[in-house]
């Protein structure tokens, strides 16, 4: 096996632009429709529409000006660790930075573009030693980068970042061992690292995986000197790109959502058996939207990046390869990886063994794949012993498919249904793609591949049927939600003025929104109710589903449960005009129209309370349990819940709630609530980039509560001296603080970053030193060399 780099001159240029503009002219037909439609940026679907555009237009703002503390972000949360995993250590969103952050709407499309340029280029490299043929690297670039998973995760966007990354970790991580070349590795380490530590977990997981098999399959020999340098560059890349690792470490420990073991079966079966099904037909047919399940109904299918989809050549090059070469690497790399995607601890191994299922490793076999495809399509003697067989079996069960809208069934009525996918034309739509390139790849291979022009009839063809089904991808994601958010842009982006105008800046208060889009807050830069982020301070996990309120991914309290808007200090609801009669609809008491802009009718909150106010009473865990879920927050418009320790040590300043006093959740006593605790309100209350300032002026000493999410990463001064900040309402704050006037000062600092950061910095100059070295030693090998 010549494992050597090949001494063509490289055509990575070529690799890049030719993704780069076939993303470009994918992209291009969506951008005219929402152009012609409402003069706007492109708008996609789901979490592209709901985060990652004003993720990034925030983080970009946010990051100029400065600032530790999001008040934008949900109840309010450390800027780092809500944006570490979504883009704050992704280069591309450093370089957006280049642009003002109101451009950045318009920059997502370029980004994505480059995105899946680099993810090709990076492709190619890696394959040149492998594939060993320029115009077959250059194919496996190409289907990389326009591979399902690739496609599937335009809708995550930040996903692509990952996708465009890794290729580069796994060729140095080649020129490393087969080459001997030293010092690129921990580069690509880091930044794999620091671009997105969830997925860097995957990527260890796979490199391990991947030096294993390249042992077995005896294409890398490793020798103990060798083995020690390159354990040696592997910690010091860990330890450049760790700037963000412990802080979101340390936050995600007190997570729920990333402490979710396996039990019993869960290691072994998955729950469903559809979900096995949803698995195998992954790599035989085009993906459909992330949001929609079409053939398999059960099971964990919507939003998990389940596709190994290749355009037009599908797997068919991969199972002639396992076949024709059963003891390379890549077999034995696609196999295990075959076994991990069935088996669910094996699966989730790729995620900290968390039981929450994803596909979302698949980018790395897929890789592999691609390079094993090229490697069979530019070997005439292999290909044809093996792809016949291989095609055959590839149209075999692409087109079983049709059994799933053909077989008899019953609705949810009883009545009779011919199959059983959830919608026929949209079934029929991505067979009738997919069988097409199982059919138009068998008649090129059958017609073309003995020609002079073979490669070129295949890029070329791989190119169009890119663009063919990603635009049928596109379509299928993008148009089904046209209506929906046909007004993205005029609820955000065009408001931010006109709400800046609307609502008044005198104080510090929250918003709620009805009938609108997610994260409003981000937009108006004001903290808001209704949010969507899945890494937001962890004591938001611990409130709300106290509060009756389910908090995964987003933050989304019921209407209805009135008690949480005086407690937080919701002072305006913005309600969608579209919406407004279901409002009405809603009877709610205390909220007045108070004005309306272009997109949205403003509602005052008539029991609005400033932030920071005091109480008479303490109630415990065990009585306010007594209560139901989304009444509870009533109660707490009236009693501060304290541990046994905090009743202890406050003994003197609350009472203990009167026992018959929880039965009393009248709207009557809730207004009334609302108003003695205004009556108590801090002087002002001010909320900064780093935390908050608050003025009080009570005549005795007293406890006073913030609806802030407790946080280690907080400290608190009273006068300038440092008080205790005490965790009350299962995940809010309090402070101590004494008679007459005191100012209250709280500073937030992300916990574990100042470690992580000195950490990186050596890394980084041990990494200087290191280059310095392998440079000087370079330079003397040459020198050495007779002339």
């Not at 994918?26 to 012609?36: E, K």
């Not at 049928?472 to 994601?477: C, E, F, G, K, W």
């Not at 913005?574 to 009669?581: G, I, M, R, T, Y």
Request: charged share 15%; proline share 5%; hydrophobic share 45%.
């Amino acid at each position: 096996m010549q494992l050597t780099l090949p001494t063509e001159k490289p055509r990575y240029g070529r690799a890049f632009w030719l993704c780069f503009l076939l993303a470009a002219a994918l992209f291009l037909p969506h951008c005219i429709a929402d152009a012609v439609a409402g003069g706007g940026y492109f708008h996609y679907a789901g979490d592209f529409n709901d985060q990652q555009i004003n993720f990034y237009q925030y983080a970009n703002a946010f990051v100029k000006q400065g600032g530790t503390f999001s008040w934008a972000t949900d109840l309010g949360s450390g800027f780092v660790n809500s944006y570490s995993f979504y883009l704050l250590g992704s280069p591309f969103f450093w370089l957006s930075l280049l642009v003002p952050s109101r451009w950045m709407p318009w920059m997502m499309v370029p980004l994505l573009c480059l995105k899946m340029a680099l993810a090709g280029g990076g492709a190619y490299l890696w394959a040149r030693r492998w594939v060993r043929s320029e115009d077959g690297s250059l194919l496996a670039g190409v289907l990389y980068a326009f591979s399902g998973f690739t496609v599937y995760n335009i809708f995550f966007n930040h996903f692509l970042d990952v996708v465009a990354l890794f290729p580069y970790m796994l060729a140095s991580l080649d020129d490393a061992v087969l080459d001997g070349k030293r010092g690129a590795f921990p580069f690509w380490v880091a930044l794999n690292l620091v671009n997105n530590y969830f997925f860097f977990a995957g990527q260890a997981v796979f490199l391990i995986l991947y030096f294993l098999c390249m042992l077995a399959g005896r294409a890398y020999k490793v020798g103990p000197r060798s083995f020690a340098a390159l354990a040696g560059e592997t910690l010091l890349g860990c330890a450049m790109g760790c700037v963000l690792l412990i802080p979101a470490g340390l936050s995600l420990v007190q997570n729920p959502r990333t402490i979710d073991p396996f039990d019993g079966y869960g290691y072994l079966v998955y729950g469903n058996s559809q979900q096995y099904g949803a698995i195998l037909y992954s790599a035989f047919l085009m993906p459909d939207a992330p949001y929609f399940k079409d053939m398999f109904h059960e099971g964990i299918l919507k939003h998990t990046s389940m596709t190994a989809y290749l355009p037009l050549v599908g797997v068919a090059g991969g199972i002639a390869f396992c076949r024709g070469r059963r003891s390379h690497p890549f077999t034995y790399i696609l196999k295990v990886c075959i076994l991990c995607a069935f088996v669910p601890v094996l699966n989730s191994a790729f995620y900290a063994l968390n039981s929450s299922y994803y596909a979302r490793w698949y980018y790395m076999p897929v890789l592999v794949l691609c390079g094993a495809t090229a490697y069979v399509l530019f070997r005439p003697h292999l290909a044809e012993q093996q792809l016949p067989r291989a095609w055959r079996l590839v149209a075999l069960v692409t087109l079983s498919a049709v059994a799933f809208a053909l077989v008899p069934a019953t609705d949810e009525d009883g009545n009779f249904q011919l199959g059983v996918v959830d919608l026929q034309p949209r079934f029929w739509g991505i067979f009738a793609v997919s069988m097409l390139g199982v059919l138009l790849f068998w008649f090129l291979w059958r017609w073309g591949h003995t020609r002079r022009s073979w490669a070129k009839i295949l890029l070329v063809s791989v190119l169009s049927f890119s663009f063919l089904y990603g635009t049928v991808h596109l379509s299928l994601t993008k148009y089904p939600q046209w209506e929906t958010d046909g007004d993205l842009i005029a609820e955000t982006y065009d408001s931010v003025d006109e709400i800046d105008a609307a609502l008044p800046d005198d104080t510090f208060y929250r918003l709620d929104a009805y009938g609108a889009h997610n994260n409003l807050g981000l937009w108006f830069d004001r903290s808001c109710l209704q949010f969507f982020n899945s890494t937001v301070a962890p004591s938001i996990m611990e409130f709300y589903p106290e509060m009756g309120v389910t908090r995964d991914v987003n933050s989304k309290p019921d209407v209805q449960n009135e008690g949480l808007r005086g407690l937080l200090s919701v002072r305006y609801t913005l309600v969608a005009k579209d919406s407004n009669e279901d409002w009405t609809g809603e009877a709610l008491t205390g909220w007045t129209q108070c004005g309306e802009t272009s997109a949205y009718y403003l509602y005052k909150n008539d029991n609005w309370v400033p932030m920071g106010f005091t109480y008479d009473y303490y109630v415990t865990q065990e009585q306010l349990e007594t209560v139901p879920e989304e009444e509870r927050a009533r109660i707490l418009m009236r009693a501060l819940l304290l541990d046994e320790d905090q009743i202890e040590t406050y003994a003197g300043l609350l009472t203990p709630l009167p026992q018959f006093q929880l039965d009393d959740r009248s709207t009557e006593r809730y207004v009334a609530d609302c108003s003695d605790r205004r009556a108590t309100a801090a002087v002002d209350f001010t909320a900064t980039r780093t935390g908050f300032v608050a003025h009080t002026a009570y005549d005795q000493q007293e406890l006073v509560f913030f609806s802030v999410p407790y946080d280690d990463g907080f400290t608190a001064t009273v006068n300038g001296v440092p008080a205790k900040i005490e965790k009350v309402d299962n995940g809010l704050m309090a402070i101590l603080v004494p008679a007459g006037e005191a100012e209250i000062q709280c500073t937030y600092h992300t916990p574990g970053l100042a470690l992580s950061a000195k950490i990186s910095l050596a890394g980084v100059a041990v990494y200087a030193v290191y280059l310095l070295l392998l440079y000087r030693k370079r330079k003397r090998n040459l020198n050495a060399k007779p002339c």
